[in-house]
């Protein structure tokens, strides 16, 4: 029997603003490194990514710049990927929601066969909108504070805990467009009701590859209920779907979830039954993501693919925290950044990727500190240098065998990997060099789905 793909998704960019050195240092080198881990081990990968083009946060933005949300989406499209092509970061699938209409048919076509099969429900549901332009308030249109942690949050998730956060559960809520107090409105949309799926849920995240931050996160939603979770809006951004209503932004990215990988693997899959039949070939799947959508790729996305029939296979969530530059969170809003794309244009892209493997954010936040770079980077020559004294060569084998460990996926360590291949390079300098040209993104990067 052939072999499946391993499936690596990274969340898709938002193009609202251009990547910084923060998102780097999250999920998307490290997903990279454990797709190059996997091939050079001769396993069969599948590599997922694109753009989160129907976020709202995108088009607010062009609102405060006064221009289209096409033009906004396209000049920050266009920086991610020079950053990603930079940092040689490679993807099998990467969609763009704006330019591919088959993708956006297939995205809403999914959903009403969902509804039509009665896995999702359409119904009246209590929503928010701003007592003064009325606007549903959902994501950017609505900020508050987080009920569960009581950190500043907007609508969708918490970025201190990763809790769903709405309108109507956000302390002190308020619109982003008037300052109003969100008020009572009901409309009918398509919901997906968490708690019906309570039980498959349970026994998915018992056998999947869960972080501890993650298994509390979904401890807490099994202990005091599981919501329900509006899958559209009558709003003014995303795909548009039936009676005026548009999918909102993460219930599209769990259907493209389900779709993308189907169609790679067989391009003319156009039905729930075709993308169901076409995921037989993936063997497993690995998330690398941020805490900030934890809920979203730990919860509503399997839920849904639950939902629809697809079998559950082994999963594992990779999680970063966040990264801070001196002392402060990187944010695209406050321009408190070092731009990707900038930054790789004068960096030698094996020693960034190195650097935020070393100082990744990976179980509590890092701080970037430019002279903590600048000494690594001084630290990563001086390995490489053949002169001088190395490690007894018993002992660098060891310490490159865990290094060789630490990449694999049930307990990925890329940092590890760095340390173990600085230390040991001068004694074991051909063996030390592929793992470093592994995390360094020069081995391999052919497709293997």
């Given at each position: 029997?052939?072999?499946?793909a391993?499936l690596?998704?990274?969340?898709p960019?938002?193009p609202n603003?251009?990547?910084?050195?923060g998102h780097?240092?999250?999920?998307?080198?490290?997903g990279?490194i454990?797709?190059r881990?996997l091939?050079?081990?001769?396993r069969r990968?599948?590599?997922?990514c694109?753009?989160d083009a129907?976020?709202?946060?995108v088009?607010?933005?062009a609102e405060?710049?006064?221009?289209s949300?096409?033009d906004?989406a396209?000049r920050y499209?266009?920086?991610?990927?020079?950053?990603?092509?930079?940092?040689?970061?490679?993807y099998d699938i990467m969609v763009?929601?704006?330019?591919d209409e088959?993708?956006?048919?297939?995205?809403?076509?999914?959903l009403?066969?969902?509804?039509?099969?009665?896995?999702?429900?359409v119904?009246?549901v209590?929503?928010?909108a701003?007592?003064?332009?009325h606007?549903?308030?959902h994501?950017?249109?609505?900020?508050?504070?987080?009920?569960v942690?009581?950190a500043?949050?907007?609508?969708?998730?918490?970025?201190?805990c990763?809790?769903?956060?709405?309108?109507a559960?956000l302390?002190?809520a308020?619109?982003t467009?008037c300052s109003?107090?969100?008020?009572?409105?009901t409309?009918?949309v398509p919901?997906?009701?968490?708690a019906e799926?309570?039980e498959?849920?349970?026994?998915?995240?018992?056998?999947?590859?869960?972080?501890?931050?993650?298994?509390?996160?979904?401890?807490?939603?099994?202990d005091?209920?599981l919501p329900?979770v509006?899958?559209?809006?009558?709003?003014d951004?995303?795909?548009?779907?039936?009676d005026?209503l548009?999918i909102?932004?993460w219930?599209e990215m769990a259907?493209?979830?389900l779709?993308?990988?189907?169609?790679?693997?067989?391009?003319?899959a156009?039905?729930l039954?075709?993308?169901?039949?076409?995921?037989?070939?993936?063997?497993?799947?690995?998330?690398?993501?941020?805490?900030?959508?934890a809920?979203?790729y730990?919860v509503l996305?399997?839920?849904?693919?639950?939902?629809a029939g697809?079998p559950?296979?082994p999963t594992g969530?990779v999680?970063n925290?966040f990264y801070r530059?001196?002392g402060?969170?990187?944010?695209t809003s406050r321009?408190?950044a070092i731009?990707?794309?900038?930054?790789?244009s004068s960096e030698d892209?094996a020693?960034?990727?190195a650097?935020?493997?070393?100082?990744?954010?990976?179980?509590?936040?890092s701080?970037?500190?430019p002279?903590?770079?600048q000494?690594?980077?001084?630290r990563y020559?001086?390995?490489?240098?053949?002169a001088?004294?190395?490690?007894?060569a018993?002992?660098a084998?060891?310490?490159l065998?865990?290094?060789?460990?630490?990449?694999?996926?049930e307990h990925?360590?890329p940092a590890?990997a760095v340390r173990?291949?600085?230390?040991?390079h001068?004694?074991?300098p051909?063996r030390?060099a592929r793992?470093?040209d592994?995390?360094?993104g020069?081995?391999?990067?052919?497709?293997g789905?």
């Open positions: 029997m052939t072999e499946g391993v690596v998704v990274t969340p960019p938002t603003g251009p990547l910084h050195v780097l240092s999250g999920p998307y080198v490290a990279d454990a797709a881990a091939r050079a081990d001769g990968v599948v590599t997922q694109g753009l129907h976020q709202n946060y088009l607010a933005r405060a710049h006064g221009e949300v096409t906004t396209a499209q266009a920086s991610i990927g020079a950053a990603l092509d930079a940092a040689r970061i490679r763009d929601p704006l330019a088959g993708y956006r048919r297939a995205v809403a076509d999914l009403s066969e969902l509804v039509d099969a009665k896995v999702v429900e119904a009246p209590s929503l928010r701003c007592a003064t332009c606007r549903v308030l994501h950017v249109r609505v900020a508050g504070t987080c009920p942690c009581g500043g949050a907007a609508g969708g998730t918490c970025e201190g990763g809790s769903l956060c709405t309108a559960t302390v002190g308020l619109s467009c109003a107090v969100p008020e009572p409105v409309h009918t919901v997906l009701r968490l799926h309570r498959r849920l349970a026994e998915f995240w018992s056998r999947a590859v869960l972080p501890p931050r993650l298994r509390r996160l979904v401890a807490a939603y099994l005091d209920g329900e509006p899958l559209a809006y009558p709003t951004w995303g795909i548009e779907w039936d005026g548009r909102d932004v219930a259907l493209a979830n779709i993308l990988p189907a169609r790679h693997l067989r391009p003319d156009d039905t039954a075709g993308y169901l039949d076409a995921w037989q070939g993936i063997d497993e799947q690995w998330i690398f993501l941020g805490v900030d959508n809920f979203y730990a996305i399997p839920a849904l693919h639950l939902a697809l559950d296979r969530l999680v925290e530059l001196t402060s969170k990187f944010s321009q408190h731009w990707a794309h900038e930054f790789l892209p020693v960034v990727r650097f935020v493997c070393w100082d990744r954010p990976d179980s509590y936040e701080d970037f500190q002279e903590a770079y000494a690594f980077k001084a020559a001086e390995a490489r240098d053949p001088g004294p190395g490690l007894d018993a002992l084998d060891i310490e065998t865990r290094g060789e460990q630490a990449l694999r996926l990925f360590d590890a173990a291949a600085l230390v040991a001068r004694s074991r051909d030390a793992l470093l592994l995390v360094g020069t081995l391999p990067a052919e497709s789905g």
